[in-house]
């Protein structure tokens, strides 16, 4: 290994592996950036332990993949800042706890027993589950502890990147390593919290017709009915996540015919993306007639929304300002 390169670790959380491919993806400049830059650990790709993490003397740039689920992700991003100069969250579940925060639906005891006693096909006379001791032929083969609740990295660390997307895709990918290249010829410090894509949102960009007033009278779902696929969603009772979402995709589901569902999150001028949506579509309900409506009607109107929290929140529910299971919250 050059001296002169900068030091790069690539640390998994809770993950699908797709950010791990969306960096592959670089290709050819990924082989590149190896003139000045070293890898020197990527468990995905290479058999590292947390130990070979621990052993490390000094990481330039520490890239965190996924949201925090398992005690031992945890320990991993408090070495991780412990040791690197900067720390990045790349994708959206390190950024904002991602599709693992649905889970803070169900307190940590509630989704073992699910998984593992209570399915109809699940055999465990024992009832042995996760964190429990295992011991077999005198081998401490016990599985990692989840943790309390699942978390985005900078509810355990300051993170200096933030690089959204679920995966990240092609542009943020590319931005990504522009800001990886010019540290590593420049040593060019971050700008603290910096998010990649930006601060656009995906209505900024996207190519429908918008109506001046939208006027919501209905809401429904997708395979309701056909689908005008140059009308804005929200104007056709469809939610459509695109006020709410940072632009970053080429507004590649849209021009699909397909609502957006937030993969990317929101703008970082929104504290609590759920909170934000239902405060606009509550404004556009039957706004024409809003003052003849009882609040039992506008109440029945909204309700027709399926999953909530689901629809709002699909992305960060673990980063919001309500982001686990109320009755415990209260404890």
């Known amino acids: 290994m050059s001296t002169n390169k900068i030091k790069i670790t690539i640390v998994p959380g809770a993950a699908c592996g797709g950010c791990d491919v969306s960096l592959a993806n670089l290709g050819e400049r990924l082989l590149e950036a190896t003139e000045l830059?070293?890898?020197?650990?990527?468990?995905?790709?290479a058999d590292f332990k947390l130990e070979d993490l621990k052993n490390l003397d000094h990481i330039d740039i520490g890239i965190f993949i996924g949201s925090i689920r398992l005690e031992k992700h945890a320990e991993a991003a408090k070495i991780l800042r412990e040791k690197a100069k900067f720390v990045v969250a790349y994708g959206t579940c390190a950024c904002y706890?991602?599709?693992f925060g649905l889970?803070?639906?169900?307190?940590?005891e509630e989704l073992l027993k699910k998984v593992y006693l209570n399915t109809p096909t699940t055999e465990n006379p024992e009832e042995k589950i996760p964190g429990q001791k295992v011991v077999i032929n005198g081998v401490d083969v016990t599985p990692p502890r989840l943790t309390?609740?699942?978390?985005p990295l900078n509810n355990i660390v300051t993170v200096d990147l933030y690089v959204q997307?679920?995966?990240p895709i092609e542009d943020s990918i590319n931005h990504f390593y522009e800001v990886l290249v010019s540290y590593a010829k420049n040593r060019k410090p971050f700008e603290k919290g910096m998010m990649i894509p930006g601060a656009k949102t995906l209505c900024d960009i996207c190519p429908r017709k918008k109506p001046e007033k939208i006027v919501i009278e209905k809401f429904r779902r997708v395979h309701e009915g056909p689908i005008d696929d140059e009308l804005c969603f929200l104007a056709q009772g469809i939610i459509c996540l695109g006020p709410i979402t940072v632009a970053g995709c080429g507004a590649s589901c849209i021009k699909a015919n397909m609502p957006c569902r937030g993969c990317l999150g929101p703008p970082a001028d929104i504290i609590d993306r759920a909170g934000k949506f239902i405060?606009?579509?509550?404004?556009?309900v039957e706004i024409e007639r809003e003052k003849e409506l009882s609040d039992e009607e506008l109440m029945r109107i909204?309700?027709?929304i399926v999953?909530?929290?689901?629809?709002?929140h699909r992305f960060t529910f673990s980063s919001g300002v309500i982001n686990k299971k109320q009755e415990d919250a209260k404890k």
């Not at 830059?37 to 790709?45: A, C, G, H, K, S």
């Not at 999953?307 to 709002?312: A, K, L, Q, S, Y």
């Open 37 to 45: 830059v070293d890898i020197v650990f990527w468990p995905t790709v």
């Open 97 to 99: 706890g991602g599709i």
């Open 103 to 108: 889970g803070n639906l169900s307190t940590r």
């Open 148 to 151: 309390e609740w699942n978390l």
């Open 165 to 167: 997307g679920c995966p």
């Open 279 to 284: 405060s606009t579509i509550a404004s556009l």
């Open 302 to 304: 909204v309700q027709e």
């Open 307 to 312: 999953d909530p929290v689901g629809t709002f």
